[in-house]
């Protein structure tokens, strides 16, 4: 039994496949198995990860023609995990030749931890760098952001297999039940790892650190670049499953966190209904609930801040209120993505993606 599996999906990805076994290959920790879950490739992948497998008795291979989109073939990999911590790693990613000491120590430091995440360098399709994707590494702060977007990059994570065994955790489905059936989602796929991620974050059991561990790759073929819409619609259900959640969880009255909500550096519409002055109170009212239940924390206070420049939706407001905020925070390149974004597509007179708010 290896200490590490990792779980490599694929389906016609072999533009990439080699670099990111290579990447796991070269890895300065040995004890690991890396088993490859091909989705019924055409394109010689499936048969490049058998050449693979020929070479390291590490890799192992497998063909699941019948799963249910990326949640049913990464189901189908944590069946056959038999270690210490699952590792996830994608078909067109590369990673960081210490990437599994840096996550093997940081669980180290942190027991409590089941889900270990870091950030990544984007590249584009022929390998060049175009910038650094930062994710939240203060706990309180990740546990919060949770509710406004995936504050954890997938392909970076790495996961304590006692606590999948033990809550039964699975890509796609409830494993918290903390909601009746009736309001349990089921996602095969676009947003499973915010799903489920999501999940272990209303039981605080996330963290980042501050360690770039990949290359992640992004191109035509992402799903968030080809399925943007359809993406969206998926992450404000269960954005607002998350906060229903960890509401049920703590006795305390509902809150909803989707219009503060920045998925894909997208702001949301509210309707015409919806005044700005009762935008405002709800926002208030979701504050006080987190800060409440979190307690207080710069890093709570961080992403409030910024998810209050959000509760405008004046767009010289929004702008002159989000410079304030950077006078007293570090600039992040998706918080300014997405203020910029909402002024661009105001200026353009676009049109915006709507989300009807619940009656609170």
């Not at 499936?46 to 990464?74: C, N």
């Not at 409830?174 to 039981?203: M, R, W």
């Not at 959000?310 to 570090?330: A, E, P, Q």
Request: proline fraction near 3%.
């Amino acid at each position: 039994m290896a200490k590490i599996d990792v779980l490599l999906p694929v389906k016609n990805g072999v533009a990439y496949l080699a670099e990111a076994i290579d990447s796991i290959i070269n890895q300065n920790f040995s004890d690991w198995r890396l088993i490859v879950l091909d989705h019924g490739s055409t394109d010689g992948s499936y048969e490049m990860a058998l050449d693979y497998a020929k070479a390291d008795q590490r890799i192992v291979v497998f063909q699941f023609l019948d799963a249910v989109g990326l949640s049913g073939l990464l189901n189908k990999g944590l069946e056959l995990c038999q270690c210490d911590f699952v590792m996830r790693h994608d078909a067109d990613d590369v990673a960081f030749p210490d990437r599994m000491e840096k996550s093997l120590a940081a669980f180290a430091r942190h027991p409590h931890i089941d889900v270990i995440g870091g950030h990544a360098l984007k590249i584009d399709g022929a390998g060049k760098e175009t910038g650094l994707i930062k994710v939240p590494t203060d706990i309180a702060r990740l546990q919060a952001a949770f509710f406004f977007k995936n504050p954890i990059i997938h392909p970076t994570v790495m996961m304590r297999f006692s606590t999948i065994q033990a809550l039964a955790m699975r890509y796609g489905i409830d494993f918290i039940n903390l909601l009746p059936e009736s309001e349990q989602l089921v996602v095969n796929g676009l947003a499973e790892d915010y799903y489920l991620f999501g999940q272990l974050g209303v039981l605080g059991k996330c963290l980042n650190i501050d360690e770039v561990l990949i290359k992640y790759r992004w191109h035509g073929n992402n799903v968030g670049a080809t399925k943007f819409l359809d993406q969206i619609s998926l992450s404000i259900k269960i954005s607002r499953y998350l906060a229903a959640s960890f509401s049920a969880r703590h006795s305390i009255e509902r809150f909803d966190p989707a219009p503060f909500c920045t998925y894909g550096g997208t702001v949301l519409e509210i309707v015409p209904n919806v005044s700005h002055h009762d935008l405002a109170g709800r926002f208030n009212k979701m504050s006080d609930t987190l800060s409440c239940v979190l307690g207080k924390s710069n890093g709570l206070s961080r992403e409030l801040a910024y998810r209050k420049v959000l509760s405008t939706r004046h767009t010289l407001c929004m702008l002159i209120k989000y410079m304030f905020f950077t006078l007293k925070n570090s600039r992040e390149l998706d918080e300014w993505y997405a203020v910029k974004n909402w002024v661009t597509r105001k200026i353009k007179r676009r049109q915006f993606v709507s989300v009807e708010l619940l009656d609170q």
